[in-house]
């Protein structure tokens, strides 16, 4: 059946500050899709196979899952960005996107407390904090020296450097979903007194201070954006209050992108999600509510992710200048060509199934799935709950080993 050729919005380009244009206003959101190099944590074909069928499917700007700022924090299976990584595979990834005219943003992070236990026992964080709520997954957490997070702002520039050598049109600073950024921006996780932490401008200053390092290192015409939580939904935490203040802050710092998200591990509802009837969220489209709040202290373009699954309502967001383009994750691993129904107007909701598992078992249920994309294959809708049990069993043992290899070969670099 031929595609409609209806007009809309979604189909519109998008002028970023710095000069590079969006081809659309639909956006791929940063997901982990663990497809690294399990022994060396570097990209692999499987993972540019995956964007390449993305690309094939109507995506026209992918930020890419996340990208880690420093070894020995994050599972083996996420691609690290240092002095050791292989620029010729990030090369091979951007120039494939770009042989389809798709834009690629990379984003880069840090967990921070949110680094696997397995990876490492007592992760840093701007405070000595217990564990994360509601998961053995994570350690309780050492604070940081005011030295170390120097040197974790020089790492976020020099992937970033490193990024833009490789062809990339931009990075995005993960500065959302609890993870280290994040952490700094709030009052439950940053109890600091020195300069880093203290009221909402100390607490910003981490991310203003990686903003500005990212700029100093990179070409006026790299683009640089920053996803941050509408709000932690966490009592005492980083509120929609807080999120208006910063977005507005960086109109200053000469951010090309913000991407509006929210929650994290500790949320309610569990990781980066919300229950609906939160306050500023809704079943469609989470954080839309919230939105205004958030334009009405900047004019740096936005981008609004989560829970948007109806057409109609991504056009009227964007006509009424609420936000300037729209993010989806999960769409596309149930359907990697979403982005070209949305633009020709074929579909006016995206219908999903289901997850069947919660909690943290959704994450792995998905990686799955992204496995399974990357061999070609599509979506699996009867992956079970014991099969994936089964899998987290494998994977958690190819992950014990390949950390302790790596932590082998780090002793090593070290010397």
Not at 156 to 163: D, E, G, I, P, S
Not at 279 to 290: E, H, I, K
Not at 387 to 393: K, N, S, V
Request: aromatic fraction near 6%; hydrophobic fraction near 40%.
């Amino acid at each position: 059946m031929a595609r409609s050729t209806r007009t809309t919005i979604l189909a519109e380009p998008l002028a970023l500050p710095c000069g590079l244009v969006l081809p659309n206003r639909l956006v791929k959101a940063a997901m982990a899709e663990g497809l690294a190099d399990p022994w060396t944590s570097e990209v692999t074909p499987a993972l540019v196979r995956l964007y390449e069928r993305w690309a094939d499917g109507g995506s026209g700007t992918l930020i890419t899952g996340v990208l880690s700022v420093q070894r020995g924090t994050e599972d083996s299976v996420i691609p690290v960005i240092d002095d050791r990584t292989d620029t010729d595979r990030l090369r091979q990834w951007a120039d494939v996107m770009h042989r389809r005219d798709v834009r690629l943003l990379g984003q880069i992070q840090h967990p921070g407390r949110q680094a696997p236990v397995y990876v490492t026992r007592h992760p840093v964080a701007p405070s000595a904090l217990p564990p994360v709520r509601g998961s053995r997954l994570f350690g309780s957490s050492r604070s940081l020296t005011s030295p170390q997070v120097r040197d974790l702002i020089e790492r976020f520039a020099a992937a970033a450097a490193m990024l833009e050598q490789a062809g990339f049109d931009g990075v995005e600073l993960h500065a959302a979903h609890g993870y280290l950024i994040g952490q700094f921006l709030s009052p439950e996780t940053n109890r600091r007194t020195d300069e880093w932490g203290g009221d909402l401008a100390a607490r910003s200053r981490f991310l203003v201070e990686v903003i500005r390092a990212v700029r100093d290192r990179v070409e006026p015409t790299f683009a640089v954006a920053v996803k941050i939580n509408a709000s932690d939904f966490r009592p005492g935490g980083f509120d929609v209050d807080d999120s208006a203040h910063v977005v507005g802050m960086l109109g200053d710092e000469r951010v090309d992108l913000i991407e509006i998200s929210g929650g994290t591990y500790e949320s309610a509802s569990g990781a980066f999600g919300v229950q609906p009837g939160e306050v500023g969220t809704s079943a469609d489209a989470y954080f839309a509510a919230m939105a205004p709040r958030l334009r009405a202290t900047t004019g740096v373009p936005l981008v609004l992710t989560g829970g948007l699954r109806s057409r109609p309502l991504m056009e009227s967001l964007i006509q009424d200048g609420t936000v300037d383009a729209i993010g989806l994750g999960r769409p596309l691993i149930e359907r990697v060509d979403v982005m070209a129904d949305l633009l020709s107007g074929t579909v006016d909701h995206i219908d999903l199934t289901p997850c069947p598992v919660t909690g943290m078992q959704v994450l792995p249920w998905w990686t799955n799935q992204f496995r399974r994309l990357a061999d070609g294959r599509d979506f699996d809708p009867d992956y079970s709950t014991a099969r994936l049990q089964r899998d987290m069993a494998r994977g958690l043992m190819w992950q014990l080993a390949a950390t302790a290899r790596r932590n082998t070969v780090d002793r090593l670099h070290r010397g």
